[in-house]
């Protein structure tokens, strides 16, 4: 089995030993701080200098010990073949248009960390040609069938929305490209008894088989409401996460009071939210997108019956875009979404990520998305040979079965192994969050929320 676990700790490592040493020149600094940081400093150098010498070992045994340039040049699935000096290529398939560009946005920050703490491999730099999905199966079709026509594509991170990922997945599955996505959640994606052509599909994200129970057992046990009402907007994101609410729920013994629809665009939500309040749910579950979800947090509040009912939505909403859409209705609701621990690498990655792009994650995806993107460009050397004339040579189907063969990966998300399903996450990377008056006022400065429960 593929075991990666040096790569992203030294990469971290060397974020955090610049950033520490950075740290410990501040001239404001307490003496006891700087002495203490100085002497944190030299230790991550050492141990930086340390972890450079052991990566150049365990890629020099990763690429004596891998695949023959002819089992290579035999792959069922074709090969991609990269002349001396030529780059890398992986694809990215995120929403980086309308409301909810923040999702996309934040992944693509996570990809390129990745990319850029990367480096190269064996001479070869990483290059990344990014397509809009569109949160739609229209745009993930059409994103899918562009990324597949460029035949130096080797693998992609996506996509953003699990809409998309349904008809793109296919596309990219007949083309031999791999794909693995940081913010698909919709269970169908990685049932047992999903499509053959869905063999190339992996994610980090959380299964909602996870995110829905963890939601519905802490309305019920933790708040204790007995009530609920769900609301979906067709996709196979929100119909799926609202149904396991549901069913959970239910076993728990809570009654589910209604599960209403809306559709994609919809601004009036009223009549939908005036046939909820009259069965008087305790919470309404809305795992929903941006634009919409706004629409239902500033409308429910002006419903009767509905005042006091507390309103919960998922990691579709969990980004400040949301926060600003809804605005001080926003005040008091909770969030299913992803969690990350805090660790020092998680913690470099944080300090790189606002020193690059000069701002807070825009969502909650970005680890998942620099998990995947690492965990594409690790398996090269377990997927590839290098001919007598230099040519780099990466066989695809081979490079699939190494991504699957992924066990203990040390992820900034945690410890992650792919089954054959390709479900990678350990389904402990997520917690229930609750946006208080401060995300409302000022989310620029205060994002993300404060995690109010973990399973």
């Known amino acids: 089995m593929l075991r990666l676990r040096w790569l992203p700790m030294f990469l971290a490592l060397t974020l955090m030993g610049g950033l520490m040493a950075a740290c410990s020149s501040n ?3 307490e003496p006891e701080a700087g002495d203490t ?4 400093t030299e230790e991550a150098e050492t141990e930086v200098e340390e972890g450079a010498d052991d990566a150049e070992t365990e890629v020099e045994e990763s690429v004596e010990g891998a695949m023959s340039i002819d089992d290579v040049r035999a792959d069922p699935l074709g090969t991609v073949e990269l002349a001396e000096g030529d780059p890398i290529e992986l694809g990215a398939m995120l929403v980086l248009s309308g409301p909810n560009t923040s999702l996309g946005g934040d992944s693509r920050d996570g990809v390129e960390l990745a990319i850029a703490a990367f480096g190269d491999y064996m001479g070869h730099a ?19 069938t562009r990324i597949a026509a460029n035949e130096s594509i080797i693998g992609v991170i996506g996509t953003s929305c699990s809409s998309a990922a349904e008809p793109a997945i296919p596309i990219l599955g007949d083309a031999g490209i791999v794909m693995i996505s940081p913010s698909n959640t919709a269970p169908k994606l990685t049932a047992a008894d999903r499509p053959a052509t869905f063999a190339g599909y992996l994610r980090t994200a959380h299964n909602d088989l996870f995110q829905g129970r963890v939601a519905a057992e802490f309305a019920f046990n933790e708040l204790n409401l007995t009530t609920a009402a769900t609301i979906h907007d067709g996709s196979p994101y929100a119909e799926q996460l609202q149904s396991v609410f549901a ?22 939500m009223k009549p939908v939210l005036t046939s909820i309040a009259a069965s008087e749910p305790a919470i309404i579950y809305y795992p929903i997108f941006t634009a919409e979800g706004g629409f239902v947090t500033q409308q429910a509040r002006e419903i009767e019956g509905l005042a006091d009912t507390v309103l919960m939505g998922a990691d579709g909403l969990f980004s400040q875009a949301f926060v600003e859409a809804a605005g001080a209705a926003a005040d008091g609701m909770y969030l299913s979404g992803p969690f990350v621990a805090d660790s020092a690498e998680y913690g470099a990655f944080i300090d790189s990520l606002e020193e690059t792009y000069g701002r807070p994650p825009l969502s909650g995806f970005h680890a998942h998305a620099y998990d995947a993107t690492m965990i594409i460009l690790n398996a090269i050397a377990r997927a590839s040979a290098t001919d007598a004339d230099g040519t780099l040579v990466i066989g695809r189907q081979a490079l699939r079965d190494a991504v699957y063969a992924t066990e203990d990966y040390a992820g900034l998300t945690g410890s992650l192994s792919c089954d054959d399903n390709g479900d990678c996450a350990t389904g402990e990377a997520l917690a229930i969050f609750m946006l208080t008056n401060d995300q409302v006022t000022d989310p620029d400065a205060n994002w993300p929320p404060a995690a109010v429960y973990q399973p």
């Open 27 to 29: 001239d404001d600094a």
């Open 37 to 40: 940081a100085s002497e944190e």
């Open 126 to 144: 990483v290059k990344l040609t990014a397509e809009d999905e569109q949160c739609t199966p229209e745009g993930g079709q059409l994103a899918a």
């Open 247 to 268: 069913d959970v729920f239910t076993e728990l013994g809570g009654e589910i009071t209604a599960q209403e629809a809306i559709n994609v665009n919809d601004t009036d």
